[in-house]
């Protein structure tokens, strides 16, 4: 069996990380999110008053910031997962939160922030073995990569999974709220002009609006065995 690159993409909640987990789990492989990178990156600018009071990016003092801005990720025993951690600093937690999800595109525009993180991540990819996922990696940053899956759901489903995901870890939102910004990210995320999020025209797609969790593994580790068997 070859060693592959997995690139997964898709809509905000569609379900990628989860899928992408999985699959790393279980193969082998190392998992790396890409989202959590950008959001690590708008955590420092809200922190450092990069953002302005109207939601918009001071670009010329985030640009100027970027290299001391230092992400990496780390397994922690306590919690039995890899977090995020920005210059030393575990932030998985906060990256998360729907803050962070209301200024994250907008960073996410940034070129010079998308050249900062690609240039990460494919050195990540350097020697295989990974899944990682994302909006562009299937078409930007692992172009090459040999497994490509596009996820797709409706904006409703996909909210109501991350409105779970939030409730669940006890933080105060309603569901319009959280709607609104799976909708305002895809907007933003699709018609940017750097590296927009678009499906790779080799990519496989996937729609899970119907799937359960279990389905849908099946379907990748099927799928990931017949690519890196050939
Ligand atoms: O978890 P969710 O799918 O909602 O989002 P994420 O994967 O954590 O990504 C957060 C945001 O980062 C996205 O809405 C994009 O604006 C940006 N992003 C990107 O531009 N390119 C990537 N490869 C990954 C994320």
Same mark, same amino acid.
């Given at each position: 069996m070859k060693k592959i690159i997995v690139a997964i993409d898709g809509f905000s909640s569609s379900g990628k990380s989860t899928m992408a987990k999985q699959l790393a789990a279980a193969v082998g492989y190392a998992y790396i999110d890409s989202?959590? %990178?950008?959001?690590?990156?708008?955590?420092?600018? %809200?922190?450092?008053?990069?953002?302005?009071?109207?939601g918009s990016v001071d670009t010329a003092a985030l640009c100027a910031a970027l290299p001391d801005i230092r992400i990496e990720f780390r397994y922690v025993p306590e919690a039995a997962a890899s977090h995020t951690f920005l210059n030393g600093e575990d932030v998985e937690r906060e990256i998360r939160s729907l803050e962070v999800s209301s200024h994250v595109s907008p960073v996410a525009a940034v070129p010079e922030v998308r050249h900062a993180l690609t240039a990460m991540m494919q050195q990540y990819g350097e020697a295989k073995g990974i899944v990682m996922d994302g909006r562009d990696i299937g078409t930007t940053v692992f172009p090459a990569a040999e497994m490509k899956v596009f996820v797709n759901a409706s904006p409703e489903v996909r909210a109501r999974r991350r409105y779970d995901e939030l409730r669940a870890k006890g933080d105060e939102v309603d569901y319009e709220q959280v709607l609104a910004n799976v909708q305002e990210r895809d907007e933003i995320d699709r018609n940017r002009k750097e590296s927009p999020l678009r499906q790779?025209?080799?990519?496989?797609?996937?729609?899970?609006?119907?799937?359960?969790?279990e389905e849908q593994s099946a379907w990748l580790l099927d799928t990931f065995r017949r690519i890196a068997d050939e």
């Open positions: 989202g959590a %990178m950008y959001r690590a990156i708008t955590l420092y600018a %809200m922190r450092h008053g990069f953002i302005r009071p109207d790779a025209p080799d990519a496989l797609v996937l729609d899970n609006d119907n799937l359960t969790r």
